[in-house]
């Protein structure tokens, strides 16, 4: 009997085979679809530092630990998300831990009303970092737009509102960069960006997901009322050595 050996692209830290594929998304992002955007080796890999600070382990052994030590430096944390909180790691310091929820759609509500978007491209980065620095939805950075499409609505010129695409695995991509200026909330604009991020995700036969913290009960009521549902809850911990 000749045996076979498979070794997939793709191991999640610390699962099995029924692991569902976004309980290790950022691993199985780095490792396939979102490859080219990454660095590290066979045990740890992170997202390039201009593009996002999320990174993952195979598993949490002391050589997968080792490997992640020179992707997380002080100038370049990074973000982890785990099914469980992590163990302390002596070299690493935890600079935050706290609950995030995934959610899920498998179709969304349709825009309010018809709106003039704009398709974001690296012309409007400037923009688009200008926009998140004051609105303060989570980390972009110089390339993160190149990880998605995003959309924008602009007003007299300036960019108010965006939403886009972030991590991708086969059968799902991510919602991220929700954001709106505080001077232009009430119109409904992240709705509106929402639902047409995502029902063009849901149009290539994709399923869209994104994460929320636990806290920001807002952002979950307006998740909700597009047809996002909580998948399960996991922990996002941020990470760097120790200086």
């Not at 398709?119 to 972009?140: C, K, N, T």
């Not at 390339?143 to 995003?150: A, K």
Request: neutral net charge; aromatic residues 6%.
């Amino acid at each position: 009997m000749t045996r076979t050996r498979t070794v997939p692209s793709a191991v999640p830290a610390r699962g099995s085979v029924a692991a569902h594929p976004l309980d290790y998304v950022v691993w199985n992002a780095l490792t396939t679809r979102q490859r080219e955007f990454s660095e590290g080796d066979d045990r740890a890999r992170r997202y390039l530092a201009d593009v996002a600070p999320f990174a993952a382990l195979r598993d949490f052994s002391p050589a997968s630990v080792a490997s992640l030590l020179p992707l997380a430096s002080r100038g370049h944390p990074v973000a982890m998300f785990t099914t469980e909180p992590l163990p302390s790691f002596e070299q690493l310091e935890v600079l935050l831990a706290k609950p995030v929820h995934q959610m899920i759609a498998t179709r969304v509500a349709p825009p309010l009303r018809p709106r003039v978007t704009e398709r974001l491209d690296d012309s409007s980065v400037a923009d688009m970092i200008a926009l998140d620095e004051r609105s303060q939805p989570g980390p972009f950075a110089a390339h993160t737009n190149r990880l998605g499409d995003y959309l924008g609505i602009r007003t007299c010129g300036q960019l108010v509102a965006m939403t886009g695409e972030r991590m991708k695995i086969d059968g799902f991509t991510e919602i991220s960069a929700v954001c709106t200026h505080p001077d232009h909330r009430g119109h409904g604009y992240a709705h509106d960006l929402v639902s047409l991020v995502a029902q063009a995700v849901l149009d290539r036969g994709e399923q869209p997901f994104l994460h929320v913290f636990g806290d920001n009960l807002p952002a979950i009521t307006l998740y909700e009322r597009l047809g996002f549902t909580i998948r399960r809850t996991l922990q996002v911990t941020i990470l760097a050595t120790k200086s």
